[in-house]
T-cell receptor, first 115, second 117 residues
């Protein structure tokens, strides 16, 4: 069965500092991996996804993620965070590149930005 | 862009009552919608897949008589928690699949926080 682990429940980062959110997955075949962000009162928004090709994926809002098969990881990064990045971030693994078939989510990481 | 509206965002009800949650795709037709549940400090878990005009497909361990899903139109799916109990208190979120214009995307609602007293 597929599973996703986000080890960090809550992370606090200073505005302008770099960010890395960790995600580890377990999946029997080639994984389709996603990062979603949820701002308060908003729905989940897709930041980026990986399903093949270049292991470094660029997403929206300046985010990127790197797929490392040997470590079963798909960590999300941003070189310089903005106060508007404060939100809940979810890593997910799915059975298709569109993410519409039985997504399995991690528990989420809440990001707080301090001035 | 495409938007999925979920209502209500928060509901508090007494034990034994039923609660209906609506999920609407606002500018696209969604033949398929998904319902998820998240308990505190746990993952979002898929409960069921809702298909327009047919019965929903429930994931293992989800009681279909407890969580009634109706997808009667291409833009609306509803989840009814029947005879709610405190253990049903959770965050429920829907998503809708947009297959229009040769693309295929998944859009999420903003979720519903259910508290059963």
């Amino acid at each position: 069965a597929q599973s996703v682990t986000q080890p960090d429940i809550h992370i606090t980062v200073s505005e302008g500092a770099s960010l890395e959110l960790r995600c580890n997955y377990s999946y029997g075949a080639t994984p389709y991996l996603f990062w979603y962000v949820q701002s308060p009162g908003q729905g989940l928004q897709l930041l980026l996804k990986y399903f093949s090709g270049d292991t470094l994926v660029q997403g929206i809002k300046g985010f990127e993620a790197e797929f490392k098969r040997s470590q079963s990881s798909f960590n999300l990064r941003k070189p310089s965070v903005h106060w508007s990045d404060a939100a809940e971030y979810f890593c997910a693994v799915g059975a298709s590149s569109f993410g519409n078939e039985k997504l399995t989510f991690g528990t989420g990481t809440r990001l707080t930005i301090i001035p | 862009g495409a938007v999925v509206s979920q209502h209500p965002s928060r509901v508090i009800c007494k034990s034994g009552t039923s609660v209906k949650i609506e999920c609407r795709s606002l500018d696209f037709q969604a033949t398929t919608m998904f319902w998820y549940r998240q308990f505190p400090k746990q993952s979002l878990m898929l409960m069921a897949t809702s298909n327009e005009g047919s019965k929903a497909t429930y994931e293992q361990g989800v009681e279909k008589d407890k969580f009634l899903i109706n997808h009667a139109s291409l833009t609306l799916s509803t989840l009814t928690v029947t005879s709610a109990h405190p253990e049903d208190s959770s965050f429920y979120i829907c998503s809708a699949r947009d297959r229009g214009g040769g693309r295929e995307k998944l859009f999420f609602g903003s979720g519903t926080q259910l508290s059963v007293l």
